[in-house]
């Protein structure tokens, strides 16, 4: 290009006009994270609960909007929305954070205490956004493999730290896409072996058996932060809100990352109408722990097929039919495709909705399997 040329195009003379500014290095290649959203008669692909929020909810949440002066700024810290959550479980709001979704409360603390010359610790099969909020963050990421049957045991978990000695531990329990929870004992095992903050990703918590959560052991082990959501068993996935749990020091810093006026006040207002309805909202998991089971036991009926057990709201299952998710799509059902992630080979994971969607699984899978 002529120096002319390039001063006609708005640039310096000698300077070579781009059109575009290359991204990251390290981003080139990524797709951005998603699982497909079709327009499909049942989608059970996500892990939102199929049944709406209780009735009277969002007529309360609109009474109390009409007070709100939307032409100012809303509570920055959010306190009264953190002490609403906190009351939950007994907790001061000095310990407790929300922010948009479990994945940007995720996001604040590899911000926080990951990025370079730190390391994450995962497992495999794990969450499939660990990585991707690593790589954001610029937090270098290790996984180690979890057994046959994708558990944790205590021994494997003190292994994994002693031989990694990460800054961060990032672990679902239930574990997502397989269901499986960990152990309390496998817990202290990765507290006790490291110097790491242990994060515990709770997303399923209310679909498992009480004793399995974590939060008894909040104030025995220093180092540990619960991670929550209000998009799963509390039916509110479109209001994208989640929350920690910890000590606070961790809530402390994480305000360093946060952005300013990150929750809005609508959203605040949402949030803890939502907690003071709570019996009303979480009523429907004994339907649903009924209907995982017995969709589990249907789909097992099917000579070679496996169905892995699950404290979830979603069961994952392996099967030899290499287009299975291509068959159900084609019968009107979406489900999450693994068929090629690591030790997934073959598998896909269907969240469990209502009665209806779930016989048109059942429907789709028969004829799938032949």
Same mark, same amino acid.
């Not at 007994?90 to 996001?107: I, K, T």
């Given at each position: 290009?002529?120096?002319?040329?390039?001063?006609?195009?708005?640039?310096?003379?000698?300077?070579?006009r781009h059109d575009r500014v290359p991204v990251r290095a390290d981003l080139a290649a990524v797709a951005p994270y998603g699982a497909p959203q079709l327009d499909v008669p049942v989608r059970l692909n996500t892990n939102e609960t199929a049944e709406p929020p209780p009735p009277g909810y969002l007529a309360e949440v609109a009474r109390r909007l009409q007070g709100?002066?939307?032409?100012?700024?809303?509570?920055?810290?959010?306190?009264?929305?953190?002490?609403?959550?906190?009351?939950?479980?007994?907790?001061?709001?000095?310990?407790?954070?929300?922010?948009?979704?479990?994945?940007?409360?995720?996001?604040?603390?590899?911000?926080?205490?990951?990025?370079? #010359?730190?390391?994450?610790?995962?497992?495999?099969?794990?969450?499939?956004?660990?990585?991707?909020?690593?790589?954001?963050?610029?937090?270098?990421?290790?996984?180690?493999?979890?057994?046959?049957?994708?558990?944790?045991?205590?021994?494997?978990?003190?292994?994994?730290?002693?031989?990694? +000695?990460?800054?961060?531990?990032?672990?679902?329990?239930?574990?997502?896409?397989?269901?499986?929870?960990?152990?309390? +004992?496998?817990l202290r095992a990765l507290h006790d072996g490291s110097r790491a903050l242990l994060v515990v990703d709770e997303a399923y918590i209310e679909f498992a058996d009480e004793h399995l959560a974590a939060l008894p052991l909040l104030d025995e082990l220093p180092r540990l932060v619960i991670v929550r959501t209000l998009s799963k068993a509390f039916r509110l996935a479109?209001?994208?809100?989640?929350?920690?749990?910890?000590?606070?020091?961790?809530?402390?810093?994480?305000?360093?990352?946060?952005?300013?006026?990150?929750?809005?006040?609508?959203?605040?207002?949402?949030?803890?109408?939502?907690?003071?309805?709570?019996?009303?909202?979480?009523?429907?998991?004994?339907?649903?722990?009924?209907?995982?089971?017995?969709?589990?036991?249907?789909?097992?009926?099917?000579?070679?097929?496996?169905?892995?057990?699950?404290?979830?709201?979603?069961?994952?299952?392996?099967?030899?039919?290499?287009?299975?998710?291509?068959?159900?799509?084609?019968? #009107?059902?979406?489900?999450?495709?693994?068929?090629?992630?690591?030790?997934?080979? #073959?598998?896909?994971?269907?969240?469990?909705?209502?009665?209806?969607?779930?016989?048109?699984?059942?429907?789709?899978?028969?004829?799938?399997?032949?």
């Open positions: 290009m002529s120096e002319a040329a390039a001063t006609a195009g708005g640039g310096a003379p000698g300077v070579r709100l002066e939307l032409h100012r700024y809303p509570d920055r810290p959010a306190t009264e929305l953190r002490r609403a959550l906190g009351s939950r479980v007994g907790l001061p709001a000095e310990r407790v954070w929300a922010a948009n979704g479990s994945n940007e409360v995720l996001q604040q603390l590899l911000q926080a205490y990951g990025g370079p #010359g730190r390391l994450a610790l995962g497992v495999r099969p794990g969450y499939s956004m660990y990585p991707e909020l690593c790589r954001t963050s610029l937090t270098p990421m290790v996984e180690v493999d979890l057994d046959d049957e994708f558990r944790l045991s205590e021994r494997m978990a003190a292994a994994a730290v002693a031989t990694h +000695d990460p800054d961060v531990i990032l672990l679902p329990t239930p574990n997502n896409p397989v269901g499986t929870p960990v152990s309390h +004992d496998a479109g209001l994208r809100l989640g929350y920690l749990l910890a000590p606070s020091w961790v809530v402390e810093d994480v305000q360093k990352v946060r952005l300013p006026y990150h929750l809005d006040a609508i959203k605040q207002v949402a949030g803890i109408v939502a907690v003071e309805q709570e019996d009303a909202f979480l009523e429907h998991r004994r339907r649903l722990v009924a209907e995982r089971e017995r969709v589990a036991a249907a789909v097992a009926a099917h000579p070679g097929v496996e169905v892995f057990p699950s404290a979830a709201n979603f069961l994952l299952v392996r099967t030899g039919v290499d287009d299975l998710f291509e068959r159900l799509l084609a019968a #009107g059902v979406l489900v999450r495709d693994f068929s090629s992630s690591p030790r997934l080979e #073959g598998c896909v994971r269907v969240t469990i909705g209502t009665v209806t969607e779930n016989d048109a699984f059942l429907a789709a899978l028969d004829v799938a399997l032949g």
